[in-house]
């Protein structure tokens, strides 16, 4: 009896966990289908799609999930084309100083961003790049890459070398070897990096609400935080509505790519 | 491959990386440093005719009581929220997890992960209604007869750690979900055949062999926390008074609030440097492990 109850007492224990995860979460999903909108989690007297069609009509909440996409996906590209590139020789020569460069690169890593946004935005406000969401984009990348780099390197390091040496003999140069042989094969590895930034940036308040300010180029992240932070009356159930189509992409993306973002949080981790 | 080949294509391929890696994130680095020994503001006279003043800045940053109290609030915050909160947690969810049913893994796995894919502006808005006087939490405490409590006001440092270790928690998680997969099950039942019971298998055992993935783990979280803005911004703003000011808020207001860019990059230098000590102990680490 004693080693029943030691054996669910886990279970319980997990559950009860489990659930308080979800709890405030679920406030967000009942508001979003409530007229009135309620601060407290209560199962709408009538279930309405009023605050999603609102949300979604509203031209201005368009194009700041119009700004959020074409920031987060030109950003992960980006980042994934140029982190295959740099990674491929720190993976495949053996050249003088790679460990410095590797190191300075997880060095880089682990600096705080929010640390050097004051002065990004001085560097930006000189060069006349503030409000523009490609000099916002290319800053993203930037930061982005050291972690990607990373990653990518340590796919990289994996695919075995015979691989690509029979594609030699055949004759085909190095950027082709790439494409046909290598991207094939990291292709898992390359959708954890294009996630993991993706979704990095997509989530980001920090860096879009310091560098841009005009109201048509904002993303969603900095929308929202005007939407709940600098009106008086906030309509909660348009807001938990706006929040939950905001959030759903991400939550799409992680969940279908579960095994492959293990990976990732391996990886991160250094256990190998 | 010709030696000389070799050279061109790594330069060629690592280029565009280093350039942008370069002019967008070391450069501001750069600057800076240079601009905390500056008077330089964002806008006026000192905007374009800043002055060298040497470590005034920093002078007048360890004079200034609401920088320690910022400084106070990033370490409070740090302890509780990551160290504790999200490292204990996810490690007992971690441990508890193994060898349960993909059932339950699953549905406890997602449930954690929840907070982890919810973007942090949208964290800040659930526990907005989450910890408000009329929201669920109070809600509950009512069944009790427990009069509702203004979390954001009269707790709100306790309500930024809450927020944090619901969005972070599943990140120790995985950390240590693959850890724990890694020990290998001859070694705990052997250490079990030698007559040690559960809680000496976990702190003998498990512990140590996992300690690189807790010390990668302490390192990684760490930064996180004390980068934050976003989080705290939008659900306390800093406040009520000072309460949850941490230092990035603090820096951000004096920066872009007060105008102060140079006194502003002297508190981020402290960030970067608490950050640049952490990544040294983060590369440590990785050496130690390869």
New interface residues.
């Given amino acids: 009896m004693k080693k029943i109850i030691k054996n669910y007492s886990?279970?319980v224990?997990?559950?009860i966990?489990?659930?308080m995860?979800?709890?405030?979460?679920?406030?967000?999903v009942f508001?979003s289908f409530d007229k009135t909108g309620?601060?407290?989690?209560k199962v709408p007297d009538q279930i309405t799609l009023d605050n999603y069609i609102e949300v979604v009509t509203n031209p201005m909440n368009f194009r700041a999930f119009l700004n959020s996409f074409i920031i987060s996906f030109s950003q992960a590209s980006m980042v994934v084309i140029?982190?295959i590139?740099?990674s491929?020789?720190?993976s495949r020569?053996s050249?003088k100083g790679k460990s410095k460069?590797l190191?300075s690169i997880?060095?880089?890593?682990?600096?705080?961003?929010?640390?050097?946004?004051?002065?990004?935005?001085?560097?930006f406000f000189r060069l006349k790049i503030t409000n523009s969401i490609i000099s916002t984009t290319?800053?993203l990348?930037?930061?982005a890459?050291?972690y990607s780099?990373w990653m990518m390197k340590n796919f990289m390091d994996d695919v075995p070398k015979t691989l690509e040496e029979a594609a030699w003999i055949d004759g085909a140069g190095?950027i082709q070897t790439i494409i046909h042989v290598i991207f094939p094969v990291i292709l898992p590895g390359v959708m954890v990096v294009f996630i993991f930034t993706f979704?990095g940036s997509?989530?980001?308040?920090?860096v879009p609400?310091?560098l841009l300010s005009s109201v048509e180029k904002i993303p969603a992240?900095?929308s929202?935080?005007q939407f709940?932070?600098a009106h008086g009356q906030v309509v909660?159930g348009q807001?938990?509505a706006f929040?939950l189509l905001?959030?759903m992409p991400?939550?799409i993306l992680?969940?279908l790519s579960q095994k492959f973002?293990?990976q990732g949080?391996?990886l991160?981790?250094?256990?190998? | 491959m010709i030696e000389k080949r070799?050279?061109k294509?790594?330069i060629l391929?690592?280029l565009?990386?280093?350039l942008?890696?370069f002019?967008?994130?070391?450069?501001?680095?750069f600057?800076?440093i240079f601009?905390s020994f500056t008077n330089?503001t964002l806008v006026g006279v000192k905007a374009i005719n800043w002055d060298f003043v040497g470590i005034e800045n920093y002078k007048f940053m360890f004079a200034d009581k609401r920088f320690f109290i910022s400084l106070k609030n990033t370490i409070v915050f740090l302890f509780f929220s990551a160290l504790v909160g999200q490292q204990v947690?996810g490690f007992a969810?971690a441990y508890?997890?193994q060898k349960?049913n993909a059932l339950?893994r699953r549905?406890?796995g997602?449930?954690?992960?929840?907070?982890?894919?919810?973007?942090?502006?949208?964290v800040s808005?659930?526990?907005?209604?989450?910890l408000?006087t009329?929201?669920?939490l109070?809600?509950f405490l009512g069944v009790f007869n427990i009069k509702p409590i203004a979390w954001l006001f009269d707790h709100a440092m306790l309500a930024i750690i809450f927020a944090n270790i619901?969005r972070g928690?599943a990140?120790s998680m995985?950390?240590f979900?693959?850890?724990l997969g890694?020990v290998s099950e001859s070694v705990k039942e052997s250490a079990r055949i030698d007559g040690a019971n559960t809680r000496q298998v976990l702190f003998r055992i498990i512990i140590p062999l996992i300690s690189?993935?807790i010390v990668?783990?302490t390192?990684?979280i760490t930064?996180q926390t004390?980068?934050?803005?976003?989080l705290i911004?939008?659900l306390t703003?800093g406040g009520p008074g000072y309460d949850t000011t941490t230092v990035?808020i603090y820096?951000?207001n004096k920066?872009?609030s007060a105008y102060q860019?140079g006194y502003?990059?002297a508190m981020?230098?402290i960030?970067?440097l608490?950050?640049?000590l952490?990544?040294?102990f983060?590369?440590r680490?990785?050496k130690r492990?390869d």
């Fill in positions: 886990q279970h224990v997990l559950i966990i489990a659930i995860f979800i709890w405030p979460m679920l406030w967000l508001a309620p601060l407290t989690i140029l982190a590139l740099a491929y020789p720190l020569f050249i460069i190191y997880l060095f880089l890593n682990g600096l705080p961003i929010t640390a050097i946004m004051v002065p990004v935005y001085m560097v290319l800053f990348v930037a930061t890459l050291p780099i190095i979704s997509w989530g980001n308040f920090f609400f310091i992240s900095v929202i935080y709940f932070g909660y807001l938990a929040s905001y959030t991400i939550a992680y969940f973002m293990s949080f391996a991160s981790g250094a256990i190998k | 070799k050279i294509t790594t391929f690592l565009p990386s280093l942008l890696i002019v967008f994130f070391a450069l501001p680095v600057v800076t601009y330089k947690l969810l508890m997890m349960k339950l549905f406890v997602t449930s954690v992960l929840l907070g982890w894919v919810t973007p942090e502006v949208v808005f659930i526990f907005f209604a989450f408000n009329e929201g669920s109070n809600s619901w928690t990140f995985l950390i979900q693959s850890a890694n690189g993935s990668t783990n390192i990684l930064l004390i980068g934050l803005f976003g911004y939008a703003g990035p820096m951000y920066a872009f860019l502003g990059t981020a230098i960030l970067v608490f950050g640049m952490m990544s040294v983060y590369m680490s990785f492990n």
